[in-house]
């Protein structure tokens, strides 16, 4: 996600110096001046301040170490980490699978009272070591009909399912089969299933915005890091990458626009429900589940194209707010081609997006090729916004586009290393900065935003490593925090070394 903004903003300008004047004394003379006050009142003023000290004393003691932040892209400073024994919960899944390819159809009604959902997913997955179930991730999700069915080149055989079991707890839908999965054998778990968008800023979530004097309404998505099973049936992890084919429901008509990882490939009738139409998207490289995005809605776009591979570059937002992108629209492809440059590796998707939304609970996120934002954390009207905001546009945007290489294409396996996420990112962004706007001593802004920042908070009682073992969601979302991202920048690895180690891999 993008990085969280340290409490203090970089100084863009000298402030006045105060000017202090003295008091003559009362009587126009020499003598002593000041305020004299009984000494019974003195003796009770003393009394006050050393009993506030003393209750602030008590009161740091005894709650400081519970105090917790969350430390979200664009906002917070705290240190995350829980050691709550309620949250010791395993929720991983168990490992005798893991999926290859997604086949997702997802229909939201963004039309409808309710905004249900039509979903269906196709998952091919290998066998590892024999078990007779298939687990997968969901979360309010009404799961209508489920097909097992072992495929061998052309031939396909289905499979009994004994028992369906939900175990609410750990977000697990565990079919139980009549038969062992054999090690080495695809096997092929179809899902006929139902939701509803939610308005709380996470899975497949609505949205709203006022435009014209009519409220108009969109769908989007926020995965990270465990929330792609409230969208659709998955293996919810980090480690389970797998190609994505995605096709999405969209109202008719061509104010509408459906966004994915991928480029359309088209779009074609929805029979199944009238007044909508499906876009279809290209194929995905592997990754992991968190990094899928789906939005549709009807918004407009500044097109750009950025590096020598002339790699298609658009900013998107509501029809009154586009005009405010083409800051954006100019540091993005800019800040790309830097990257690739710096990386000796080629950007991995075909196209990229970024999207400004109304309604985000991250500052950003970095959908492997489409970066969903807040609106306030991409586009700038010059007359309006403040420069200090105009500097937090560029160093997320260049946060955001560092992630394509490292967590996207390069990712941990589980997020007690979410650091290596971020930290690389909140280091690099400066980097990315430097090349659009050179001008603006970024690296002196590094020492002082992140380095003399994270270096006070580290030393709080309540600080944590920058690796931490996590088990529960709840507690993988505490990481991202201000130790993970700052304290993760300042590491050895992300200085000329780990660029010379990326190099040699490309």
């Known amino acids: 996600m993008g990085s969280v903004s340290s409490p203090t903003q970089p100084l863009l300008a000298e402030q006045p110096q105060a000017t202090y004047h003295t008091m003559p004394s009362p009587t126009g003379g020499a003598g002593k001046s000041g305020i004299f006050v009984p000494k019974k009142i003195a003796i009770l003023l003393a009394v006050v301040v050393v009993g506030a000290i003393v209750a602030t004393g008590l009161f740091v003691y005894f709650f400081a170490d519970r105090y917790e932040s969350g430390g979200n892209d664009g906002g917070g400073d705290g240190n995350g980490g829980t050691t709550d024994p309620d949250f010791l919960k395993d929720v991983r899944l168990p490992t005798h699978l893991h999926p290859t390819s997604y086949d997702v159809k997802v229909l939201a009604k963004i039309n409808e009272p309710g905004f249900p959902i039509d979903g269906w997913v196709t998952i091919d997955i290998t066998c590892d070591t024999p078990a007779n179930n ?142 909508y139409v499906w876009e279809q998207f290209e194929t995905s490289v592997p990754m992991s589940t968190y990094l899928v995005a789906f939005a549709v809605a009807r918004f407009k776009s500044v097109d750009k194209n950025a590096t020598a591979r002339q790699i298609p570059y658009k900013v998107w937002a509501r029809p009154d707010m586009i005009d405010y992108a083409q800051k954006a629209a100019e540091y993005g492809p800019a800040i790309l081609e830097h990257f690739e440059e710096y990386f000796k590796i080629d950007y991995p998707m075909p196209k990229m997006d970024m999207i400004a939304l109304p309604d985000f609970a991250a500052g950003a996120m970095e959908n492997w090729g489409l970066i969903t934002y807040r609106e306030e954390y991409l586009l700038y009207e010059g007359s309006q916004t403040p420069a200090a905001t105009l500097v937090r546009i560029v160093y997320i945007i260049a946060h955001e586009l560092a992630h394509m290489w490292f967590g996207d294409l390069v990712t941990p396996e589980w997020w007690n290393d979410i650091w290596l996420n971020e930290g690389f990112a909140s280091y690099v962004e400066y980097l990315g900065a430097d090349k659009v706007e050179p001008g603006w001593k970024w690296m002196e802004q590094f020492v002082f935003s992140d380095l003399q920042d994270v270096l006070y908070l580290d030393s709080l009682q309540n600080s944590h490593p920058i690796s931490v073992d996590v088990y529960n969601p709840d507690q993988i979302m505490e990481l991202f925090d201000r130790i993970s991202y700052a304290k993760g920048a300042r590491h050895p690895l992300f200085k000329d070394t780990f660029k010379e180690r990326a190099n040699k891999t490309s």
């Not at 309010?140 to 396909?156: E, P």
């Not at 990458?241 to 990882?261: C, D, H, I, Q, T």
């Open 134 to 275: 298939i687990t997968l991730n969901v979360h309010n999700i009404t799961v209508r009909n489920t097909l097992v069915q072992k495929v061998t080149g052309q031939q396909v055989e289905n499979i009994s399912i004994v028992e369906e079991v939900f175990d609410l707890d750990r977000d697990f839908y565990i079919v139980k089969l009549s038969k062992v999965l054999e090690v080495n054998q695809i096997y092929r778990v179809s899902i006929d299933y139902q939701g509803r968008l939610q308005d709380d800023l996470a899975g497949y979530y609505y949205s709203s915005y006022v435009e014209n004097d009519e409220t108009r309404y969109l769908a989007v998505t926020q995965f990270q890091a465990t929330d792609a099973r409230r969208a659709f049936p998955c293996f919810d992890e980090p480690n389970y990458k797998a190609k994505f084919r995605v096709a999405l429901g969209k109202p008719e008509g061509e104010e509408w626009v459906a966004l994915s990882n991928m480029n359309s490939s088209g779009t074609t009738p929805a029979p199944e429900q009238p007044g």
